[in-house]
């Protein structure tokens, strides 16, 4: 047995009469509205960039910030959730997060709105690993489909919903409302899991390698803001601080993994990409990610900046989708158990590339109710991919990877979505200068209405060439047990 790694795994303690369903509430409950609070802002973009004068690239760092911080400290999660308790992890990240949120909701400009936004992401990033670590341990392969499903409800549900909930809210009262109603649920989800949350997992204490929490945050963290500053204008990628930046977080990423391969007790143990299956579901999931997160940026300035709608209707447009999807989640768990993850990712993924190259065809003349039936769409065949994918590639794992393994894939899910973000607002942002650049008159409405339809074209023509290599990796999926130690 390969024991590299094996010291760093938290030891099970007697589960025999845990009751797992108030773990469970409690869990759901932080969970939801911190990963919530990942999309909240987004339908209010447009109003922020007028009221906080600021442009949208610099504004998209609301989003991206957030997914930055998350992706920076869920690698260190593994060693974390190894030193500390289920319930001192849970209340310490609720604590943050709701500290942040108090923040954002007094914030007197731009620059304390984005402190407010990392501190909720800081909660965010050291909150998710343990509830999908505390999955893993409290259920057993046969029946973790229908947990994770379960879960889906919360990771694929709350950040779909978000800008639903924002634009309802944003129709009659403050942005500072989108933080100040969230407060009230963070304390209660304090309060809940203060009472009933119980630990599931007894600390190891492994030795803590602060090189590779270094390399690793200069990696990640280097390689994001890279992406995100890409859109800001000033060169673009001919920017030294653009290509410097990821140059220096691709070198540090590399000693990263170098390290972890070679020291005894790994921050995050990729071996565990020795499987297949989990390789793959990491493939998969990061294309998920960049396709969801960056979708859900790029259709409140498309409805808002294009088709002229309000929030609440932009809101309103998006929300039978959002419902939709995390209403089948749990569901598709359940199919998972049942018939593997083949029958549904395979049709799924194709049903995503159908969507996407629908969504390369829309223009200003396109109907509210084509735009609804898209989203609806593209929500179900995320929802067909996202949970059947995770649960086959964690399966896969011996015991002693399963923090490692989610971590894994918690900070490259988090990463990818916040490159996504960028990557994509920054193809909107260059394909409306160049339209607007070309306009006999840039100031006309129509003209920047057409801007924008030809920046959220090029988008999403990006985002149809990912769904296709999605559809080619699904086809390699194969169902996995977990093996024997």
Same mark, same amino acid.
């Given at each position: 047995?390969?024991?590299?790694?094996?010291?760093?795994?938290?030891?099970?303690?007697?589960?025999?009469?845990?009751?797992?369903?108030?773990?469970?509430?409690?869990?759901?409950?932080?969970?939801?509205?911190?990963?919530?609070?990942?999309?909240?802002?987004?339908?209010?973009?447009?109003?922020?960039?007028?009221?906080?004068?600021?442009?949208?690239?610099?504004?998209?760092?609301?989003?991206?910030?957030?997914?930055?911080?998350?992706?920076?400290?869920?690698?260190?999660?593994?060693?974390?959730?190894?030193?500390?308790?289920?319930?001192?992890?849970?209340?310490?990240?609720?604590?943050?997060?709701?500290?942040?949120?108090?923040?954002?909701?007094?914030?007197?400009?731009? /620059?304390?709105? $984005?402190?407010?936004?990392?501190?909720?992401?800081?909660?965010?990033?050291?909150?998710?690993?343990?509830?999908?670590?505390?999955?893993?341990?409290?259920?057993?392969?046969?029946?973790?489909?229908?947990?994770?499903?379960?879960?889906?409800?919360?990771?694929?549900?709350?950040?779909?919903?978000?800008?639903?909930?924002?634009? $309802?809210?944003?129709? /009659?009262?403050?942005?500072?409302?989108?933080?100040?109603?969230?407060?009230?649920?963070?304390?209660?989800?304090?309060?809940?899991?203060?009472?009933?949350?119980?630990?599931?997992?007894?600390?190891?204490?492994?030795?803590?390698?602060?090189?590779?929490?270094?390399? /690793?945050?200069?990696?990640?963290?280097?390689?994001?803001?890279?992406?995100?500053?890409?859109?800001?204008?000033?060169?673009?990628?001919?920017?030294?601080?653009?290509?410097?930046?990821?140059?220096?977080?691709?070198?540090?990423?590399?000693?990263?993994?170098?390290?972890?391969?070679?020291?005894?007790?790994?921050?995050?143990?990729?071996?565990?990409?020795?499987?297949?299956?989990?390789?793959?579901?990491?493939?998969?999931?990061?294309?998920?990610?960049?396709?969801?997160?960056?979708?859900?940026?790029?259709?409140?300035?498309?409805?808002?900046?294009?088709?002229?709608?309000?929030?609440?209707?932009?809101?309103?447009?998006?929300?039978?989708?959002?419902?939709?999807?995390?209403?089948?989640?749990?569901?598709?768990?359940?199919?998972?158990?049942?018939?593997?993850?083949?029958?549904?990712?395979?049709?799924?993924?194709?049903?995503?590339?159908?969507?996407?190259?629908?969504?390369?065809?829309?223009?200003?003349?396109?109907?509210?109710?084509?735009?609804?039936?898209?989203?609806?769409?593209?929500?179900?065949?995320?929802?067909?991919?996202?949970?059947?994918?995770?649960?086959?590639?964690?399966?896969?794992?011996?015991?002693?990877?399963?923090?490692?393994?989610?971590?894994?894939?918690?900070?490259?899910?988090?990463?990818?979505?916040?490159?996504?973000?960028?990557?994509?607002?920054?193809?909107?942002?260059?394909?409306?200068?160049?339209?607007?650049?070309?306009? /006999?008159?840039?100031?006309?409405?129509?003209?920047?209405?057409?801007?924008?339809?030809?920046?959220?074209?090029?988008?999403?023509?990006?985002?149809?060439?990912?769904?296709?290599?999605?559809?080619?990796?699904?086809?390699?999926?194969?169902?996995?047990?977990?093996?024997?130690?």
């Amino acid at each position: 047995m390969n024991t590299s790694g094996a010291a760093a795994a938290p030891a099970a303690l007697d589960l025999g009469d845990v009751k797992r369903l108030p773990i469970m509430i409690s869990l759901i409950i932080g969970a939801f509205f911190s990963i919530l609070n990942e999309t909240l802002l987004n339908i209010a973009f447009p109003e922020l960039m007028i009221e906080l004068q600021v442009t949208a690239p610099t504004l998209q760092w609301l989003a991206t910030g957030y997914m930055l911080v998350v992706g920076v400290l869920v690698p260190a999660s593994a060693l974390l959730v190894q030193w500390f308790t289920t319930r001192q992890m849970f209340l310490g990240a609720m604590t943050l997060f709701a500290v942040g949120t108090l923040v954002c909701g007094v914030a007197p400009q731009f /620059s304390v709105l $984005l402190i407010g936004r990392l501190l909720q992401a800081a909660g965010t990033g050291l909150m998710l690993p343990v509830l999908m670590n505390t999955i893993l341990v409290l259920y057993p392969p046969e029946k973790r489909g229908a947990a994770m499903g379960t879960i889906g409800l919360v990771i694929m549900f709350a950040p779909a919903i978000g800008p639903t909930i924002s634009g $309802l809210i944003l129709e /009659s009262l403050h942005w500072r409302w989108l933080f100040f109603m969230v407060l009230p649920f963070a304390i209660f989800s304090i309060v809940f899991a203060f009472l009933y949350l119980k630990n599931v997992s007894k600390p190891t204490k492994p030795k803590v390698d602060v090189v590779s929490i270094i390399l /690793s945050t200069i990696g990640f963290g280097g390689i994001v803001y890279g992406f995100s500053s890409s859109g800001e204008g000033h060169g673009g990628w001919t920017s030294p601080q653009v290509y410097g930046t990821v140059i220096i977080g691709t070198i540090s990423l590399l000693l990263f993994v170098l390290r972890q391969l070679r020291v005894k007790e790994p921050l995050m143990d990729l071996r565990a990409f020795r499987y297949p299956m989990f390789t793959l579901t990491t493939l998969l999931l990061i294309i998920m990610m960049m396709t969801l997160f960056s979708t859900m940026s790029l259709l409140p300035f498309l409805f808002q900046g294009a088709l002229g709608l309000t929030v609440f209707a932009s809101g309103l447009l998006m929300l039978p989708g959002s419902l939709l999807n995390g209403l089948i989640s749990p569901l598709m768990g359940k199919l998972f158990d049942k018939f593997g993850p083949r029958a549904l990712v395979i049709p799924g993924t194709v049903f995503l590339v159908v969507v996407m190259w629908f969504f390369t065809r829309v223009s200003v003349d396109t109907s509210k109710i084509t735009f609804l039936v898209l989203h609806i769409c593209m929500m179900v065949a995320i929802s067909m991919i996202m949970m059947p994918t995770q649960t086959n590639g964690l399966n896969q794992l011996p015991q002693r990877y399963y923090p490692h393994g989610t971590a894994i894939l918690n900070t490259l899910q988090q990463v990818a979505g916040a490159i996504g973000v960028a990557f994509f607002i920054g193809i909107m942002s260059a394909g409306q200068r160049g339209f607007l650049e070309g306009s /006999s008159d840039p100031t006309l409405p129509a003209q920047q209405a057409q801007a924008m339809v030809a920046g959220v074209h090029n988008a999403f023509m990006i985002g149809f060439g990912f769904a296709v290599v999605a559809v080619i990796l699904a086809l390699f999926l194969k169902r996995t047990k977990a093996p024997t130690e």
